[in-house]
């Protein structure tokens, strides 16, 4: 059998029809978009089409969105200027948050003095937004929020719209990183009162290395690689043309297909999970990762009942490609955050948490060998705790 790809939440494999646009740029449009000849203007052009699209599934305009490296790099670059250009001295955060949010949240504290107040999910790793109107109501200083949309290892959601309300109410800019969930739900930023998002084509089938940062025009933020007037002044840098257009044709598709991949991967999810109830007695799943309405449909999360650190490179052997937590932490010896918060002592000593993440080419055939595999470990574990 071919090998079972259950990552998706980390990186998705490259659709034949982006490789082919993205060959097309290679071999013809070498121009530099800055360069005034036409070679370079047809550069301009393929990069300019990509922005209007980006803007109309989003609905805004195309002078928000700022084409960046990745996810990373446009998380990075708003919460930094928001220090930085924009006067931000508080940042109101998650211990949910993605490390690229984390690591520069507290680097701003460290290196800046800017107050980082942190929500505390509950065990299902949902937000309280009285929690964050009561810490808005607290103080004057200007103010950032930066929670994530989609978790990117439960799947749990934030409700978006009510959030950038409260922010709205009290005069805060809000952030949300939209990694795991822009080109997989549609949003409509025209409604959501948010400042900033992040957008990484990676995680849609489009190729590494190529992402955008959406930012409201009125908020004034300004960028923090500078150089050339790219990007209109936001992102210094010949552009990334080949990404641009990958991200632009993964984008196209992804957006063209919501509905059917949505439905199809659902459909798998809850097949993914029913089998995993059934075939492995005292399974559990994080968050709300298993809730149809609360969590992303791309991502599952669930706590096996042994403590197996194995089980990635076992799972490996058999062709099965998974992870535990997110790429970033699950090479790492300590559990990630998100884990911790969700997890009680008792069950992360005792347990095995295993992220399996869905594309719209998993099928139910590769659910079943995946799960067949999986209880054959599992066995094997009770066979270990009987005798011992
Ligand atoms: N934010 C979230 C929620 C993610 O899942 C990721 C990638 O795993 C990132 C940010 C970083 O994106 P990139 O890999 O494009 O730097």
Do not use: W
Not at 16 to 31: L, Q, T
Not at 120 to 135: F, H, M, S, V
Not at 207 to 229: Q, Y
Request: proline letters at 3%; charged letters at 25%; a neutral charge.
């Amino acid at each position: 059998m071919d090998k079972i790809y259950l990552d998706n939440a980390a990186t998705t494999a490259l659709s034949p029809e982006v490789i082919d646009a993205m060959v097309d740029v290679m071999k013809i449009n070498y121009g530099n978009p800055s360069s005034i000849h036409s070679i370079g203007q047809e550069a301009k052009a393929l990069i300019e089409k990509v922005r209007r699209d980006a803007a109309n599934y989003l609905k805004v305009t195309p002078a928000e969105i700022i084409f960046t490296s990745c996810g990373t790099e446009s998380n990075n670059m708003i919460l930094k200027s928001c220090v930085h250009h924009l006067g931000v001295q508080r940042i109101i955060t998650s211990p949910l948050e993605h490390k690229c949010v984390a690591e520069s949240t507290l680097e701003l504290k460290k290196l800046f003095g800017v107050e980082v107040v942190y929500l505390r999910p509950n065990k299902k790793g949902d937000i309280d937004l009285n929690q964050l109107e009561e810490a808005l109501s607290k103080s004057d200083k200007k103010t950032l929020v930066s929670l994530m949309h989609a978790n990117n290892e439960i799947g749990n959601l934030l409700d978006i719209e009510k959030t950038a309300e409260i922010c709205k109410k009290h005069n805060a800019l809000f952030h949300s990183d939209t990694v795991q969930s822009i080109a997989h739900l549609d949003l409509d930023f025209s409604k959501i009162h948010l400042d900033f998002a992040s957008c990484s084509a990676h995680k849609f089938h489009g190729p590494k290395g190529s992402g955008f940062a959406f930012v409201r025009k009125s908020s004034g933020l300004k960028g923090i690689i500078t150089g050339g007037p790219q990007e209109r002044s936001l992102r210094a840098g010949t552009e990334n043309v080949v990404g641009i257009v990958g991200l632009g044709k993964a984008m196209e598709i992804a957006m063209d297909n919501l509905e059917t991949y949505k439905t199809h991967i659902q459909d798998v999810k809850n097949y993914t999970i029913s089998k995993l109830k059934k075939s492995i007695p005292g399974i559990k799943f994080n968050g709300r990762s298993a809730e149809e309405d609360r969590s992303l449909y791309t991502v599952l999360s669930a706590l096996l009942p042994y403590k197996d650190p194995m089980i990635g490179l076992k799972l490996d052997m058999e062709g099965i490609a998974i992870s535990q937590g997110s790429a970033c932490s699950s090479g790492a010896s300590k559990p990630s955050m998100v884990m911790m918060m969700v997890l009680g002592e008792e069950e992360m000593e005792n347990g095995t948490p295993l992220r399996i993440s869905f594309c719209h080419t998993t099928t139910k055939g590769e659910i079943n060998h995946f799960v067949d595999i999986l209880e054959k470990i599992s066995a094997s574990h009770q066979i270990e705790k009987i005798n011992s």
